[in-house]
């Protein structure tokens, strides 16, 4: 979909990786390799993203390093659509089920937007040792500082869900909220009906 919004795969990819990645900075070489596009390409798409006003550059040890501009008009309208298009999370997820027998993950708070203040960030449902999702975390998040997570089993989240628990209700029914995985969406949509 982005594609045919946008002309070229090489300002797509562009577009994902800035608007994913809020306050890094990024050198030429360093995009062609993560992107896997020619040095020409990216070039041209960079000066065409600083042309518009979306990103911004400067010089440091005789490199140009681009990041967004977080003045940009419409900055949160294109995360928006990058957002909607592509699925940060999904690799994410796919690395988080490798911790245990997870049913369900919804992702809130600071995962949507990072100046939102939630109760919790992450709240995983299933059979997960809290001391491999806390490394998880500090590995594979560490940009994210001061993320708040919870992990509870299935039965105790049926339980909650069960008594119309408040937390657990809103979690659920937010829609800034991405449900990351769901293996209980029957059991899940009985008891929010």
Known sequence: MLKALFSS??????????????GEEFFIRE????????INSV?????????????????????????????????EELRSIVNKCTDPKKELVKKMQGLGDISLIIFSGSFIDKNKKSSLDLL???????????????EELKE??????GILSKDDFLYRLKLNDKFIVDMLKDPDN??????????????LQ
């Open 31 to 38: 995009l062609t390799r993560l992107l896997s596009e020619q």
């Open 144 to 149: 994210m500082t001061g993320l708040k997570y």
């Open 178 to 191: 991405i449900v990351g995985l769901n293996k209980m969406k029957t059991q899940v949509q009985k008891h």
């Open 124 to 138: 995983v449902i299933g059979t997960v040792e809290k001391s491999a999702l806390a490394d998880f975390i500090r």
């Open 43 to 75: 070039r041209r798409e960079l000066n065409n993203l600083k042309k518009a006003g979306l990103l911004k550059s400067r010089s440091k040890n005789r490199k140009k390093y681009y990041a967004v501009n977080e003045d940009f008009p419409i900055l």
């Open 9 to 22: 795969n090489t300002r797509v990819k562009l577009l994902v990786t800035f608007l994913s990645s809020p």
